[in-house]
């Protein structure tokens, strides 16, 4: 399957040889660029090229207005694969995964951190020793922070795995890489400017637009 984007070929192919890239992860690819200027759409791309090359994909589009709520990025993260997930966790972290997942209710003492963290990481070496698998987070800036210390925990413990990050990230002065680029380590992120596409693109796009006439 092709994908195409007027004015953005340079920066699609980077992302159709990060997600090609399956062995040796965990690694990440960060779109990183102002509000609107179309890292969304990029990002939408490599989340179908992804599911065109049989990865599986566990994708979330948190909100500023939900940054607060707890545990809403795993939830969406999960979501399509929570049950085979469930299943294959011991007792105490598959209890403190349905807990937070408002599953199943708390008996009495709310969510310990590191049984969730712990289940976090447990459920993404299921899946990805099951196949490659990309965790796809549109706006990263607004993952809620019960997400993301789960989710930096469990990928600082994960070595060797088929398991790939695609980041969307706005960039503006003073804004500090996630704690999931963080976990991964520098040295396995790579960073994809999104800037304003360049007047032949747009004029290549004005052209192949159909007459209102």
């Known amino acids: 399957?092709?994908?195409?984007?007027?004015?953005?070929?340079?920066?699609?192919?980077?992302?159709?040889?990060?997600?090609?890239?399956?062995?040796?992860?965990?690694?990440?690819?960060?779109?990183?660029?102002?509000?609107?200027?179309?890292?969304?759409?990029?990002?939408?791309?490599g989340v179908e090229l992804a599911r065109a090359q049989g990865l599986s994909v566990l994708s979330s589009r948190p909100a500023e207005a939900e940054r607060g709520l707890g545990h809403v990025g795993l939830g969406d993260l999960l979501e399509e694969v929570i049950d085979d997930v469930l299943s294959a966790l011991s007792t105490p972290r598959r209890s403190a995964l349905e807990v937070a997942l408002l599953r199943e209710e708390a008996s009495g003492d709310p969510v310990d951190p590191r049984a969730l963290a712990v289940a976090v990481r447990d459920a993404l070496q299921f899946l990805s020793d099951r196949e490659p698998t990309l965790i796809a987070v549109d706006d990263v800036q607004?993952?809620?922070?019960?997400?993301?210390?789960?989710?930096?925990?469990?990928?600082?413990?994960?070595?060797?795995?088929?398991?790939?990050?695609?980041?969307?990230?706005?960039?503006?002065?003073?804004?500090?890489?996630?704690?999931?680029?963080?976990?991964?380590?520098?040295?396995?992120?790579?960073?994809?400017?999104?800037?304003?596409?360049?007047?032949?693109?747009?004029h290549r796009f004005l052209r192949g637009r159909p007459s209102s006439r």
């Open 142 to 202: 607004w993952l809620d922070p019960s997400s993301s210390s789960a989710l930096a925990f469990a990928l600082r413990r994960l070595e060797g795995n088929h398991l790939l990050l695609l980041l969307a990230r706005r960039f503006a002065d003073g804004v500090q890489p996630s704690s999931l680029e963080v976990a991964i380590g520098a040295e396995r992120v790579q960073r994809v400017p999104v800037g304003p596409i360049s007047v032949g693109a747009l």
């Open 1 to 45: 399957m092709i994908f195409e984007i007027v004015g953005r070929e340079a920066e699609l192919a980077s992302v159709n040889a990060f997600i090609g890239g399956t062995e040796g992860g965990p690694a990440a690819l960060v779109l990183e660029g102002e509000a609107g200027i179309g890292k969304s759409t990029l990002w939408e791309a």
